[in-house]
C-alpha cells in the first residue's frame, strides 16, 4: 500500500502517536477492507462456492500491498463508498483466472462494516491494555493514600474532609466500568454479510446449500463474532460501540478534571509527573495529558449522538445513515485510544503532595468539621442553638480551636473522614 500523508493529527495531539492513530488511519481501513474481502473468498472456499486456489490467489493479492489509498479515496466519490474501486483494483491484481472470487456474492457495506468491527477490534485492544495500565496505577495510588485526608469539595467549597484514597479508588471504579463495557463490546463485534439486501440471496444463487450458515463461516476467518442476522441497518454494532466509547471518554474525563483542578496553582495537592511548559512563560508546567483527556471527553458525547442518530436507518440500506457513521465512529476510536494512552502516563507518573492537603484542611480554623460538631452539640445545646453557634462563629473568622463554647472538642480533621478507609478497601477488591 501507498503510504497517505494525509491525516497525521497534528492538530490532534490527545491522539497522535498513539497505537489508536495507526490502527484508524487510512492505510489500516484500506487493510482492513482488503481482509475483509480476502476473508470472503476463502470462507466461500471452505464452503464449496470458490476453489481454494482462488482463495490463495485473492489473500495473496490483498497483502501485496500495491493499492493507492489516494486513488481509491478520489475514485470512492463516484460510488459514494471505497469498496466499488478497490474491488476493481483487487479484481485486476488477482487476475483472470481468480478473479471473478474476488467480492461474489456481497455488497459494498458488508464489506465496509465488516472493516469497521476490524478497525475497532484492533484499537480496542491496545484501549483495554491501556485501561488495565491506568487501573493498576490508580490501585497504588488508593491503597499509597488510603488515610490521606484531604478537603472534600462540593459545589467548588470545601465541604468535609476525605482521603486521596477514596478519590482514587472511584477513579478507578469509572475506569473499571469502562473497562467491562470495552471488554463485552470488543468480544460481540460481527462481522457483516448479508448480499444485496440483507438475504444472501447471491451465494444461493452460486451454489451454497446453506447461505445462511455462510456468515458464520466468515466471521470465523476473521475472528469476530458471528451475526444473528444481517446488521445493514439494524446498527446495534455500531450503537454499542458509541456507547461504550462515549462512557469509556466521559470516566477518564472525570479523573482528568479532578487532577486539572487539583494542580491548581493555588490548591497544588497533585501535579502531573512531567507537565508541558508554554511557549511564553518559561514557569509554567502545564497539566497537559488531563488537558488532552477532559479535550476528548468533551468531544465525545457529540460523535456519540452521530452515531446513536445514525440507528434511524430506512430500508435495507440507507441513503446518508450509513455514511454518517465512517468519520464519527473513527474519531471516537482514536480520542478514546489517545486518551487511555495519556491516562496510564497520567495515573503512573501524578504526584501526590499530602503536606497541601493537610495545609488546605486547616484554611477554614476547623469549619470543615462543622458537620460533625453541628451532630455533637446538638444533644447539649440543642439543634437550632447548636446551628446558630456555629454559623456565628463561621461569619466572625474566627478559629473554633478560641471559641469558649468549643473548649475540649475534637477539631481535628483527620479525625473526621468517616467510612473512608472501608469504602477504598472494598473498592479495591474489585478486579
Known sequence: MTAHPGDTGLLAPGWSDSAAASA???????????????????AQAAAGLAPAEAATAVTEAAGAGAFDVRSLAERARTGGNPVIPL???????????????VHRGAT??????TAMMLVAARTLDPVLADLGRTERALARLAAEHRDTAMPGRTLTQHAVPTT?????????????DARDRVRAVRESLPAQLGGAAGTLAAFGAYGASDPAGLPGIYARELGLRAPDLPWHTLRTPIGDLAGCLAFAAGALGKLAVDILTLSRTEIAEVAEGSGGGSS??????????????????????????????SMAAEDERPAGAW?????????????????????AELAEGLRVRPEAMRAHL?????LIVSERLSAELAPVLGRARAKELLTRLAST??????????????????HYTGSAGALTDRALERR
Open 24 to 42: 484508524t488511519g487510512d492505510d489500516a481501513f484500506l487493510r482492513a477492507l482488503l481482509d475483509a474481502e480476502a476473508a470472503l473468498t476463502r
Open 87 to 101: 474491488v476493481a483494483d483487487l479484481t485486476k491484481a488477482v487476475g483472470d483466472i481468480h478473479g471473478p472470487y
Open 108 to 113: 459494498s457495506q458488508d464489506i465496509v462494516d
Open 164 to 176: 486521596f484514597g477514596l478519590k482514587a479508588a472511584g477513579w478507578r471504579s469509572l475506569v473499571l
Open 280 to 309: 511564553a512563560m518559561p514557569h509554567k508546567s502545564n497539566p497537559v495529558r488531563s488537558t488532552l483527556i477532559a479535550s476528548a471527553a468533551r468531544r465525545a458525547p457529540q460523535l456519540a449522538a452521530t452515531l446513536y442518530g
Open 323 to 343: 455514511h454518517a457513521e465512517w468519520e464519527p465512529l473513527r474519531d471516537l476510536l482514536r480520542l478514546v485510544g489517545g486518551a487511555v494512552r495519556d491516562a
Open 362 to 366: 486547616d484554611l477554614t480554623h476547623g
Open 397 to 414: 473568622g474566627q478559629p473554633l480551636a478560641e471559641a469558649p463554647e468549643l473548649a475540649g472538642v475534637d477539631l481535628d480533621p483527620t
